[in-house]
């Protein structure tokens, strides 16, 4: 049973229009989320996160949005660049419900920008 | 910036052979993971470790097994490679919940 869903397998987008990688999970025990960046041939690496106490976590061109009650996030890019052409992976963690920083990790979403 | 280093990039092995997959972070954390990842199928969790001798079975232990026996370094065994097992191998450190990955292994079984 998956915990952590990303429903899309892939989304392309023109160069400079807004990516958004959306997010879905049934635990109600997640209280930290995090999204992944992976280019093929390496290892993934972390990009933004966001506590469950927020509904919003900025950095630049990446923005999280947490709906708690819809469990539901998503990943803005804007504006999107060809070099933002990757695989997402979104992740979740319960961190007082004994899983000891344990990630929970959805399937990834392929993001394509072309130019 | 964390490191994580693994010992190779890709590696061949023939089936029923024992594999070792070596992995070091230098960064003192306590928490360290290994995951395949398989197209369609994201990161599974094989196995991971909150201490030096600790280590505790992930989503899909079966066919492998681990070493900790210092803090920055965490072994990944395949006691007898199948061709299953080919795929990309993920090793991960974290001291508290962004996890730090490494650049992986791609192994192929023959």
């Known amino acids: 049973d998956q915990q952590v869903k990303q429903n899309s397998p892939s989304l392309s987008v023109q160069e400079g229009r807004i990516s958004i990688l959306n997010c879905d999970y049934t635990?109600?025990?997640?209280?930290?989320f995090l999204w992944y960046k992976k280019y093929p041939a390496e290892g993934p690496t972390f990009l933004i996160s966001?506590?469950?106490?927020?509904d919003k976590n900025e950095d630049g061109r990446f923005t999280v949005f947490l709906n708690k009650s819809a469990k539901h996030l998503s990943l803005h890019i804007v504006p999107s660049q060809p070099g933002d052409s990757a695989v997402y992976f979104c992740a979740a963690s319960a961190r007082y419900g004994g899983s000891q920083g344990n990630l929970i990790f959805g399937k990834g979403t392929k993001l394509s920008v072309k130019p | 910036d964390v490191k994580v280093t693994q010992s190779s990039r890709y590696l061949v092995k023939r089936t029923g052979e024992k594999v070792f997959l070596e992995c070091v972070q230098d960064?003192?954390?306590?928490?360290m993971f290994w995951y395949r990842q398989d197209p369609g199928l994201g990161l599974r969790l094989i196995y991971f470790?909150?201490?030096?001798?600790?280590?505790e079975k992930g989503d899909i232990p079966e066919g492998y097994s681990v070493s900790r026996e210092k803090k920055e370094r965490f072994s990944l065994i395949l006691e007898s490679a199948s061709t299953n097992q080919t795929s990309m191998y993920l090793c991960?450190?974290?001291?508290?919940?962004?996890?730090?990955f490494g650049p992986g292994t791609r192994l192929t079984v023959t």
């Open positions: 635990n109600s025990m997640f209280d930290y």
């Open positions: 991960a450190s974290s001291g508290n919940y962004e996890q730090y």
């Open positions: 960064m003192d954390h306590e928490n």
């Open positions: 966001i506590s469950s106490i927020k």
């Open positions: 470790s909150y201490d030096v001798k600790m280590k």
